[in-house]
């Protein structure tokens, strides 16, 4: 369902992320781990077409993210790390806005809001305005306006970042409830957030891929605590500086 | 078009739960009533003393359009140098700031139909604005005896939508340069009041290059459409300078993909 072929990201000198390559196949959930600043999010910006690579290529369902950017935004849920929220909307406000803007006949757009909403557990807050609600409210909407063209990918940027464990604990459920038939990448540096979310795992350190394999067979004989620490050790030892110290953070 | 409908919605909305169409559309009017007041009280201190001296040809020369509207038209114009990029600055640099820009960006929709949205948003927007400013030649054309010729006020009229049209795109333009709205709203008003002075060297600059920099002047435009002229070679500068600025203001957005 996706498809990284030898992605690059240069921003000037600085190589964000170095020749990556993984696939997710279609109903599969995909930790995406790394220390801060590995390339998550310059990945993740690429995969939904936000940014362009500086070479290489992103397929979803087999259309590219460059040349046929229109058939993937219209396949595409995205939570960037930061919901894109308008603080001065109320809830139903911004969903019928953004069911607008992805496309969604008038006729089902209602239905649509009504799924979401119920899904996303916004019943309660429905008329509040974005700006008053809470962090974790906050999050559930940028999901919501991730879900609600029911799309069958879903890129979300740490989605629990931020949260308090009572709310972490909601989001997660509510991941495993939506993946059923979707496509998830899930970006984190929480590794029980993997642990019980994901079956497949895909670690970058330093924009390379460190290791790529399902969770199951890489946790069979240690913990993913200790796959990833070596994962991120290997290659940032030698040259230190800024990863190697969020790796020891994580 | 659906999504360039949205995306207008959503701008004049915008505009109307913050502050900003307040306090602009307030600022407008208060501004345009104090010379509406000035140049009314002028003219008819004028009409009384050229009556009280008996002098029938000067009283001819008096008449409202030139003595209230016109002028009343030309000091909007400057008002609007300033508040048109105070209201275009968010336009983009604000969801830049929010991060909403990666929503817009990420959805499926056409950066000609954002663009398009949001300048139909603002031109919304600036027609209220100059609607209301409107209601001063109303009151002339309702009190007025002889009133104004309404055919020239129109046009006048006409001619400040357009300006606010064109600086709105100027502004847009400016606002998809940066994040930052304060640098947005300087940079616009800077650009604005450049078009409006760029033609001030042209009776010394010789022949071509006076005439360039004439042809360049948005005032020299306006200053037709306000006398009742209505040309195709002035409606066509307006045209070119929105195009412009809204292809500049393209191109920066697309420019993402390929930067």
Known sequence: MIEVTRLTKRYGDLVAVDDVSFRVDEGQILGFLGPNGAGKTSTMRMITGFRPPTSGTVRIGGHDTVTESMEVRRRIGYLPESPPLYLDMTVTGYLRFVGRLKGIARSQLSDAMERTISVCGLADVCDRILGHLSKGYRQRVGLAQALIHNPPVLVLDEPTIGLDPRQIIEIRQLIRQLAGNRTVILSTHILPEVSQVCERVVIINDGRVAVDGMLAELTRHRSLEEVFLQAVSRETAPRGGADASAADDA | ?259
């Open chain 2, 1 to 259: 078009m659906r999504s360039i409908l949205t995306i207008a919605g959503k701008e004049l909305r915008g505009y109307f739960v913050s502050p900003i169409a307040y306090v602009v559309l307030t600022g407008f009017l208060l501004l345009g009533g104090w010379f509406f007041y000035n140049l009314l009280a002028r003219f008819n201190f004028i009409l009384g003393m050229y009556s009280a001296m008996r002098n029938p040809e000067a009283l001819a020369q008096v008449n409202l359009n030139q003595w209230v509207v016109e002028p009343l038209l030309h000091n909007l114009s400057v008002v609007l140098v300033i508040l048109v990029p105070m209201i275009t600055m968010r336009s983009f640099a604000e969801e830049k700031r929010a991060g909403t820009y990666e929503l817009l960006m990420t959805s499926p929709i056409r950066t000609g139909e954002i663009l398009a949205g949001k300048f139909l948003g603002a031109a919304v927007f600036l027609l209220i604005m100059v609607g209301l400013a409107a209601g001063f030649g109303a009151l002339l054309w309702f009190y007025g005896n002889p009133g104004p010729e309404l055919p020239v006020m129109a046009a006048g009229f006409g001619g400040l939508f357009l300006i606010a049209l064109t600086f709105a795109a100027v502004g847009m333009c400016c606002s998809a340069f940066t994040e930052n709205q304060i640098i947005a709203a300087v940079s616009g008003l800077v650009a604005c009041l450049m078009l409006y002075v760029i033609g001030w060297p042209a009776d010394t600059a010789g022949e071509p290059a006076g005439n360039v920099l004439r042809y360049l002047s948005i005032t020299e435009h306006f200053a037709e459409l306000v006398k009742g002229v209505v040309d195709t070679a002035d409606l066509g500068y307006f045209g070119l300078v929105m195009a412009l600025a809204l292809f500049i203001t393209h191109w920066t957005v697309e420019s993402l993909r390929w930067r």
